[in-house]
């Protein structure tokens, strides 16, 4: 039997969150700068590398992958890799197939994700002011998500809504998206904004909002019920009394969640980086192309979980406008 992979701190890795680009039709203040540089197509990837990839992590136990970018449905021809995949959910070898999207491409692509497998799906959306929407994206459109968001609850995708608090923009549309969400039967997660990469002007220290003074703010209106339920991820969840709606809170930066953490990144190049607050990574692109055996690739995925470090170092008492890390999360994904 293949031996699991577990980390230095006895944390079992049953979770890949892998960037199939680092492209997207989008520019998010928060994430991007208005004028990126992508990466050469020759150093990403291909369809059959990023196969092979999450194939190996399957083997070694990865039980859920979600696909990332980048906009990971602006991937020329993703649904080839989607359907790859979902030999491995036939076989039960894989528990959960997902995504995360910006939804620009979901009105075209979401009926193919769900006769791929894909049950569920997060979308990104911070507001539901279109102008605001425009402002926040830069080149994105409102409508246009809206109806993928449409198109997924039709084919029988379970929608979550990810939210990033941003302070001075979204504030005031809480309970908005809240009550627009339970209207939908979507659940809707909460994010901090993460010092993550030069986004050119944008200063991430007026943008940052506390979740924990929007969790007071929700308790303002109703009763909130903390919930033990994870869905492998970093969210804690609350339950609105009144509505019965699941809220998550995704805190790194006013409460860390490292303790449980089973999760490893794997960057549209093949880079592995086994905590999202860390510069520290291992390359899996060399040992992948290297030889057409996996061996050496699986010996290379051991070693970097066994460098995986206890938690990230993200803390906003710095002061710092830029990136705590370097890299964007739109190279590191998602």
Same mark, same amino acid.
């Given at each position: ?23 997207? $039709? ?6 991007? /700068?208005?004028? !990126?540089?992508?990466?050469?197509k020759k150093d990403l ?12 992590? @399957?083997?070694? %136990?990865?039980?859920?992958? =979600? #696909? ?5 449905? #602006? ?18 070898a894989l528990e959960e ?14 009926? $193919? ?15 539901? *002011? ?25 084919? %029988?995708? =379970?929608?979550?809504?990810?939210? @990033? ?25 909460? +994010?901090? #904004? !993460? ?30 019920? $903390? ?5 492998? %991820?970093?969210?804690?969840?609350? =339950? ?23 999760? #490893?990144?794997?960057?549209?190049? %093949? ?5 999202l607050g860390q510069e ?13 055996? *996996?061996?050496?690739?699986? *010996?290379?995925?051991?070693?970097? +979980? ?6 990230? $170092? ?10 705590? @890390? /370097?890299?964007? !999360? ?5």
């Amino acid at each position: 039997m293949t031996q699991p992979l577990i980390d230095p701190f006895a944390r079992a890795i049953s979770y890949l969150r892998v960037s199939v680009t680092d492209r997207c $039709d989008f520019r998010c203040v928060y994430c991007m /700068s208005e004028n !990126m540089t992508f990466l050469p197509k020759k150093d990403l990837l291909s369809l059959e590398e990023l196969d092979r990839l999450c194939s190996s992590f @399957v083997r070694l %136990g990865v039980k859920k992958l =979600r #696909v990332t970018g980048g906009e990971p449905l #602006v991937r020329r021809d993703i649904m080839t890799f989607f359907r790859s995949m979902t030999r491995h959910l036939d076989s039960g070898a894989l528990e959960e197939l997902t995504v995360t999207t910006n939804g620009s491409q979901l009105e075209k692509y979401a009926a $193919d994700l769900a006769a791929a497998g894909v049950k569920r799906i997060n979308v990104s959306l911070d507001t539901l *002011d279109e102008q605001k929407f425009a402002d926040i994206t830069r080149w994105g459109r409102l409508p246009q998500v809206i109806r993928g968001i449409d198109a997924a609850q039709k084919a %029988g995708l =379970r929608v979550k809504i990810n939210t @990033v608090a941003l302070a001075g923009f979204n504030e005031d549309e809480l309970f908005t998206l809240t009550d627009w969400c339970a209207s939908r039967d979507m659940d809707i997660t909460f +994010i901090e #904004v !993460m010092p993550m990469g030069d986004i050119g002007n944008e200063d991430r220290i007026t943008q940052y909002w506390s979740l924990k003074d929007l969790r007071a703010r929700l308790a303002e209106r109703t009763t909130l019920t $903390d919930l033990p339920e994870s869905t492998g %991820g970093p969210a804690r969840y609350v =339950r609105l009394d009144d509505t019965q709606q699941k809220i998550g809170f995704i805190t790194p930066l006013s409460h860390n969640f490292c303790e449980s953490c089973n999760r #490893v990144r794997v960057t549209c190049t %093949g880079e592995i980086y086994t905590c999202l607050g860390q510069e520290g990574h291992s390359d899996l692109r060399g040992p992948l192309r290297s030889s057409e055996s *996996d061996a050496h690739l699986e *010996d290379a995925i051991r070693h970097a +979980i066994s460098l995986k470090p206890k938690g990230h $170092d993200f803390d906003y008492s710095r002061q710092k406008a830029n990136g705590q @890390v /370097s890299r964007h !999360m739109s190279h590191t994904g998602g």
